[in-house]
C-alpha cells in the first residue's frame, strides 16, 4: 500500500452503453482539491475519447504517485483546464490543450521540494507543443521549449536546466524510484550527485528511447562515500551512437582524467574508451570499482598519483587496446608505497595482464597473467621478495590478531582455472620466511608449501622456533571437487616448548611449560554465515584435540594436568572434557561446552582452589600468598551467554610494589559475586599496617573487561610509609570510581600521626639525584590515568618531626586534585609547636604556616617565625614569600646592628674585627659561603668530631678580609657538657690568632652569665691587649 486517497463530496450524471461512458457535469472532492467538468470515455479502442475539465488546488504529488505507484518527494498545488480529445484511452492520440498553474505555500521540509511554475501544452494527434514551461524549486530551475511525443520519434525539445543542489534532483528522479533503471545503478555503484548541475541541450526522438545532446556539468561525483571531483563533458548523439566527448573529470588538487566514450545504439561489443589519466588519485579509482565493500574497506588507505592511457574498442567481447598505469610515492592499503606499475593489452574477450610491479618502503611483488571475460578462465603467476609480514597482516583487516613481523620470501605462486569451476583451479605456492616476530618476541622460522593434484590443494605449514628448535608440522587437504570445500587439518606436537607462546599470552610472567599433542579436524569450508550466506570459514569443522601433557612453570608456580586433555570440535560449540589441573597448592577441575557460533550452548564449569601466586603472571610488582576458591559456570547459548560465579580468599595476602613503596594487605578475607554483567564485592576485610581496611561496591562488565566501576574504601588506624620518608597512621574513607582510561579518587583522609624522622643533609640535597624505583614492568597503569577529585587530607597536630633539623609538630588541612602522580594540592600546613635547628641554634618556632596556592606548579607560600638566644641575645628570623624567591628578616633583642645580627646568627660571634663590624655581615659573599661551608664541610665535619671527641660542635668559617686585613679562616670548636652548660674556644687559623675562650651557663630564658678570656693582637702595630670579661645577660620586655 502506497497511501491512500480521499475522496469527499461528489455528483454526476452517468450513462454508460457498450461503446462509451458519459459523466456529464461530474463535481468531485479529490486529492485535497476540487474538480468539475464533463468527460466521454470510449470503451473500444478505436472510439473517440473527450475531456473537459476544471481542477483546482490538486495535490500534484498525490496525483503522480496515483497515477505510477511511486512517491515523489516534492509539494504542489495544480490549478487549470484540460480539453482533450484522443481514441480509446490513449493520451498518445491526444489532441486539445492543457494549462496549469503550480503553486506551493509550504516550506521546504527535509527532502522534500516544493515545486511552482506555470505550464502549457498544445496537442495534435500525440505530438505535444510547449506554449510555456517554466518551473522551478529551491534550488532548481528548469524551462523548456519545443515539442515532443511518448510514442513518435518527433520530439524536438530544447531544455535548460540549472540547480545549486544537484542532490535535489537525484532525491527527486532517481533516489525516489521515478526512474527505476536509474535507481538501481546508483544503487549498485554508491552514486551520489553533488553541489551545481547545469545541462543546456535537446531532446529529439520518442521520449521512451531519446536522443540526447547538448553541455553538462556537476560540481562533484561521489561514488562509495568518496568525492571523485567535478566532471564536464559533452552529449552528441544520433539514431546510431551515443558519444561522450571532451569529458573532464576535475579533482581538487588539480589532477583528474580527460575521457572519450562512444556507445553504439545498435549491435553489440563495439564500446570504445579513451582516457588519459594525470595525477589522478588512487583512492578514487578504487571507490569506482565494482568491487565488494569489504575488499573497497580493506584497501581504502589508498593514496597516490596514477597517471597513464587506456584505450580500448569493442567492449566487452571483442576488445582490442591496452592500459598502461603508473604510480610514484603513496599508501596502498595504508602501508607505504615506493611505485606501482600495470600494463594490460585486450584482444576479443582475453585480458593479458602484462605486467604488475609493486615496490614499497621494504618488499617487492611481481605478477602477471591473463583473464577471460566471457568463459572466466584466468592464469596468473606471482612471486615476492622481501615481502613485509606486517603489511600483508593489515590487507587482512582483522585488528584483533597478535602483531605478525618479519620478512618472507614468495617463491612462486600460480593459479589456472576457470573462475566458476573451483575444482578446475590448479594451484601451487611455496613461502618461507627466517626472522617472524609475534608481539615483538622472536618466533622462529615458517615455511607454506602448497599444490594441487587429482583436484586436491595439499598445504604444509612448519614451524620451527616458535615451540622449540623441532619442527612442528601441520598439514591440511582440500576437496576442491565438491563445492563444500571438504577439508582434513592434522597436526602431531611433540614435547613443544611454550617459553615464546606463554611470553605472548602473559608477557608481564617469567613462564616456561611443555605441551604435547594431536589435532584432527574434518569438514567443509564453505559453511552458511551469520547473514545466511555461503562463505569460507572454520566454522564447519569437526573434529578432536589430545593434549596428552600440558605443564606450565612460573617461578615457584606449577602447573600441570592430571591426565589428558580432550577437547571436541563440533560446528558452533567446543566441548572440553572434564579435566584437572593440579599444582602448588592448586587443584582446578575444568570441563564442559563453549558455544563459538550461533546456535551454540555453553555448559562450562570451573571449580576449585588456586594459588594466589597466579596474580603474579599479570604483573612482576605484585607478590601474594594464600590461596583462593573459585566457582564458576557458563551456562546460556553463543547469542545470550550467562556467566555465574563466586571468588572467595581467606587468610590470603597480597604486595603492590608502587615506586619504592609496598603496601601489603595482609590477612585478606574477601568475596567476589560475579555474572555476565557484573561484579560485585561481598566481602573485603585485610590489615594493612596496624589498621583494618574494608571495601564495598561492584563494577560493570563488558565481556571479559571492566566497563566501569564504584567502590567504596574505609580504613582504619591504617599504618604505612607514606609519603616517602614518613610514617603515617591514618583513617580513610574513600570512594573510587571510574573507567579502564580514567579513575577518580575522592574523599578524606584524617591523619591521626605521621612522622619524619629522616635527617636532612643539604649537600645531599643541592647534588640529590632522581631515586631508583624498586618497581618491575614500568608504572602501574593506575598510576598513569588515576586523577584525585577533592580529596581531602587533614589531621590536627598530626605532622611530627624530630631530625637533625628540629623537632615541631604541625597541623594539615589540604585538598587533592588531578594526576596522581602529579596533584594540585591546595590548602595550608600550619606549624602550632616545636623548634628549628640552624648552625647548632634552636629556634623556637613561633609562627609556621606554608600555603599551597590552587594552581598547577604553584610555589608553596612560606610563612615562618622563630626566636633563638645566641650569647645572651635573643635573635628572631622570619622567612616569608615563595619557597623559589622567599624574603628573609632577622632582628635580635636588645637591639643590634643587622650585620651583628647576621654574624651571631652565622658564627656565634658579634665581631670578628678590631672595627667592630661582622666582616661576614658586610659581604653577601661571605655569608653564602659560610652558608656553604655550613653545609658542604662543617655539618658532616662537626658530625664526625661529635663521634670522635665528644665535640658538639666545629666550625671552619672563612673570614673575607677588609680594608688592610689579609682574608683567613675562623675555628670554632665547641663541648656542651649539658643542656645549661656550654665552653666554646675559637681561633684564626693563619694572620692574627685573635683566639677567644668562653663559658656559657645558661640559668633560664632570661638570664644566662658569660665568662669570656679574648687574646690580645700579636701584630707590631696593634694597640689591643688581652682581656677578661664576665657578663650577666638578662631579657625583660618594657
Known sequence: MIGKLSLGPAHAALVATADQVQVSNFSIDALDGHASGNATIARTKTGASRVRANFENFDLAGAITLLSGRVVPLTSRATGKADLSFTGTDLGTATGTLNAQLRTSEPAVGDVAPLSGDLALTADHGLFHIQLADLQTAATKLTATGQFSVEQPTSNLHVDVASTDAGELQRLFITSGAVPELEEQFRTYGIELGGRLAFNGTVS??????????????????????????????????????????????????????FALVVPRTGENNISIDATLDRMNAGNLIAALPLQAATREQIGDTQADVSGTVKITGIPNAMSGMADLRSGTGRLAGEPLQSLIAHATFSGSTVNLDKFDVSFNAGHIVASGTYDTTTKFF?????????????????????????????????????????????????????????????GRAAGSLKLIGETADKKLNVSFTATGFLGEKAQLVTAHVDLSNEKLPAEITSTITDADLTQLLKILLPQAEATGRASATLKLSGNLMSEN??????????????????????????????STAGPLLIDFKPGELNVHETKFTGTETNVTLGGTIATAAGGINTLAINGQINLRIL???????????????????????????????ASVNGGSVSVLLGDQRITLANLDAALVFNSTQAQIERLKARLGAGEITATGGAQLSGFSVSQFLFDIIGTNVTLSYPEGFRSTVDANLKLRGTQDIQFISGDVHVRRTEYTKNIDLAQLINQRPQTSIEEGGEFKFTQTAVFDKLRVEGRNALVMRNNLGDLVASVDLQLNGEVRDPLIEGRITATRGTLNFRNNPFEITRGLIDFPPRLNADPILNIAGQSVIRGYRVTASIQGPLTHPETTVGSEPALPQGDVVSLILNGTLSSTDTSTSVLAQSGLGTAASLLTDALINAPVSRATNKLFGLSRLEISPVIGGAGIAPTARLTVARRFSKDVTVTYSTNIASDPNQVLSVEYRVSDRISFVAEYEQGSQRNLSTRNSNYSFEIRFRKRF
Request: glycine share 12%.
Open 616 to 646: 603474579g603472571l599479570f604483573s612482576k610488582d605484585v607478590f601474594s600468598s594464600g590461596f583462593a576458591r573459585l566457582d564458576v559456570n557458563l551456562g546460556g547459548t553463543y547469542e545470550k551467554p550467562r556467566l555465574t560465579g563466586r
Open 530 to 559: 551469520d547473514q545466511g550466506e555461503e562463505a569460507l570459514s572454520l566454522r564447519g569443522l569437526t573434529g578432536t584435540a589430545s593434549i596428552s601433557t600440558l605443564t606450565i612453570n612460573v617461578a615457584e608456580l606449577s602447573l
Open 205 to 258: 526522438g520518442a521520449l521512451k528511447d531519446p536522443i540526447v545532446s547538448g553541455h553538462a556539468e556537476l560540481g562533484s561525483l561521489i561514488m562509495n562515500g568518496r568525492d571523485l571531483g567535478s566532471l564536464t563533458a559533452n552529449l552528441s548523439s544520433t539514431a546510431a551512437e551515443t558519444r561522450v566527448n571532451e569529458g573532464r573529470l576535475t579533482q581538487a588538487n588539480g589532477g583528474g582524467a580527460q
Open 379 to 439: 592464469d596468473f603467476k606471482a612471486s615476492g621478495d622481501r615481502v613485509q609480514l606486517e603489511r600483508l597482516q593489515a590487507f587482512a583487516n582483522k585488528p584483533g590478531l597478535p602483531k605478525i613481523a618479519g620478512t618472507a620470501v614468495v617463491k612462486n605462486l600460480t593459479a589456472r582455472g576457470t573462475f566458476t569451476d573451483v575444482s578446475s583451479y590448479q594451484i601451487s605456492f611455496d613461502a618461507e620466511s627466517n626472522d617472524i616476530t609475534i608481539d
